[in-house]
């Protein structure tokens, strides 16, 4: 057995009751059962698990937890999650990222982590960062970009580990040596995709894998998009990099926005479908346009600490100028040089007006004088 | 002389003393003088003319206004006019869009309009399509799409005849017969750009092409600039297509939001600095994002009338599936069959609700049934 393996035994071992009752009531229902949820919330996990089994507890799921009580063995399982280094997390305790708790009932019983990171810590200053498998190089190229931003400004980018968008995040994050989080729609110990396993052993060095499913879960539908609502809840926002009109990145959208978190989007070319979804969110302002990270921590950031610079063009000579010395700026003659007064004239303002002007674009190397008679200074053509 | 040309100048010879004394001032003065607007509101055109004659007009820019009284010829210009088949259009004539006297003391003070179409016609169900002039091969596809979907609901389209995105709209608008019309910031006889001699002649087939500037006029920066209320006002909104921050589109952007008409702006890549003036437009809510037509018409369009339809993804055999019935299916092996009570445990449901879920999932085709065992019908697999 490996150090960390030993380190999650001895970690495991002194897991409380109601601890062991959540790690085995997770393997009796689904993720994101809210009924259940309740009931715990009501009653505890250790009461929970015993009405299960003596056939009280007032739910009308009651049969088909007990129809998964066979071969129920909390212990066993906690011994093989110790095997893989998996560490149980639970609300209360020391690592729980108290985010969740934004679910209410429908916050994870418990989450299994594997990896160095904190989850706790990697929590507090997050950005889940998602979208499409089936993405375009452009989205994988900004999806990259986006977290490495993040990254650099000391965030965490939390993501899925699917192919496409939340690769391309967790690869981004990884790439500066930011915080990485990925949340699995399977048990924690599973490789899924399975060409995604350096991916995982990757982000566990730097960050944590987490599931609310228990060791060797598979993923299935709804489990994905019970899982996208922890990836949700791990943000202060979201960000849709690209996703098709339908998609489980638009359905963790959803989630943000039912957490009242920060629902962010990245646009692309109108002809790509894989903007679609993107769009449609910023169109029916269920979202708001993001182009970097810049812009995402405008709206999650910290305000004084992580606001972004404001945009703008690039600075031109011209800048400022007022009207009427814009005026004389465009009567002057590109070629030929002419006096004052043929300039007036063109520009239509008096004489005084047109020297005052003058002198003001021959300071900023606008203008250019010869004996009385002027030009434009080179290389300031006339623009829209 | 042709027949247009007959036509022009038998219309030129209609005008009254007021449609004149316009013209005459419109030489005088550059586009968007709000003083020169305010006094001609106020004392009528005939009688500014006259004080800037007799030296009486109340206006700091009354030498100005002199200085290019030299070689004034009312007559001549009208004549000139016709001789290329333009017409003076003024507030209050038939032709005049009324769309344009929301600008107020800004408003031109004449037009010179060449062409075919009818502005006044033309201008009631307008949209403005504006953009760079190096805009990206994008850019060019979507302006001339956009505009052709205008035009193919009826609309017209109106921009600045330039190179780009200007020229793209115009195009596509034309390429479907639409309306268009080409507001330039020179004389209506002038053009520029040179290369657009056919550009041109094609919108006054269709169209118009229309300019406050008296004939011979050559553009600067400020008529350009003066130009772009025009093409705002002309609009119910204007679409910027790609734009950098700084550029001529967005200022007409800013014209119409000055005039409360709708701005919208199209997404592209984030890693375009041709689209960075539209996701900053976007960005700061001072923009609507719109992907087509449909979007465009959506926002300025006649309620019922041009309503775009709701966008929707694909229709999914498990669309509308409850939640129990999702997890039957996931449950569902793929290959191996398996009976009601091994699919209840995996589901972690009680078998009577399995057997309702199958019974739905084999009435949608999602599920095959032999002798009692089950499987997933082909193609549906889990997806996210």
Redesign the interface.
């Known amino acids: 057995m490996t150090t960390a393996g030993a380190r999650a035994r001895e970690r495991l071992s002194a897991l409380s009751g109601d601890d062991r009752a959540r790690a085995a009531l997770s393997r009796?229902?689904?993720p994101d059962d809210v009924g259940l949820g309740q009931l715990v919330d009501r009653l505890g996990a250790e009461q929970v698990l015993a009405q299960i089994g003596s056939g009280e507890l007032p739910s009308g799921?009651l049969?088909?937890?007990q129809?998964?009580l066979?071969g129920l063995d909390p212990d066993a399982e906690l011994e093989r999650a110790a095997g893989f280094g998996a560490r149980l997390v639970t609300p209360g305790s020391e690592e729980w990222p108290v985010m969740l708790d934004d679910l209410g009932p429908r916050r994870p019983l418990a989450l299994w982590v594997t990896g160095s990171g904190d989850l706790a810590h990697l929590g507090g200053r997050a950005v889940a960062v998602v979208g499409a498998?089936a993405c375009t190089a452009?989205g994988e190229?900004?999806a990259a970009e986006l977290a490495a931003g993040l990254g650099e400004r000391g965030w965490t980018v939390v993501s899925g580990a699917?192919f496409g968008i939340d690769a391309a995040a967790h690869r981004g994050a990884l790439a500066v040596d930011g915080g990485t989080v990925a949340v699995l729609a399977c048990g924690a110990d599973v490789v899924y995709p399975s060409a995604h396993a350096r991916l995982l052993s990757a982000v566990r060095g730097a960050g944590v894998v987490v599931s609310e499913l228990p060791p060797g879960c598979r993923?299935?539908?709804?489990?994905?998009?019970g899982r996208n609502r922890v990836i949700a809840a791990l943000g202060r926002g979201t960000v849709v990099v690209e996703a098709?009109?339908?998609?489980?990145a638009m359905n963790t959208a959803g989630h943000a926005a039912d957490l009242s978190r920060e629902v962010m989007a990245?646009?692309?070319?109108?002809?790509s479908p894989m903007?679609?979804g993107c769009?449609?969110l910023?169109?029916g302002a269920a979202a708001?346009?993001?182009?970097?990270a810049a812009?995402v921590l405008d709206l999650v950031g910290d305000m004084g600490v992580d606001a972004g610079p404001l945009?703008?063009?690039?600075v031109?000579p011209h800048d400022g100028l007022d009207?009427l010395t814009?005026?004389v700026?465009?009567?002057l003659p590109v070629r030929q040089r002419a006096g004052p007064a043929s300039i007036?004239?063109v520009?239509?303002?008096?004489?005084a007006?047109v020297l005052r002007a003058l002198a003001v674009l021959s300071v900023r190397g606008l203008a250019d004088n010869a004996a009385g008679a002027w030009r434009r200074a080179p290389a300031t053509g006339?623009?829209?």
Chains 1, 2 share one sequence.
């Open positions: 009796l229902c689904e799921r049969a088909a937890y129809a998964r066979t498998r452009y190229h900004v699917a993923p299935t539908k709804t489990r994905f998009l098709a009109l339908r998609s489980g990245v646009p692309g070319p109108v002809t903007s679609a769009h449609e910023v169109r708001s346009l993001v182009t970097d812009d945009r703008r063009g690039e031109r009207d814009m005026r700026l465009d009567a007036a004239r520009a239509g303002l008096d004489a007006s006339a623009k829209r």
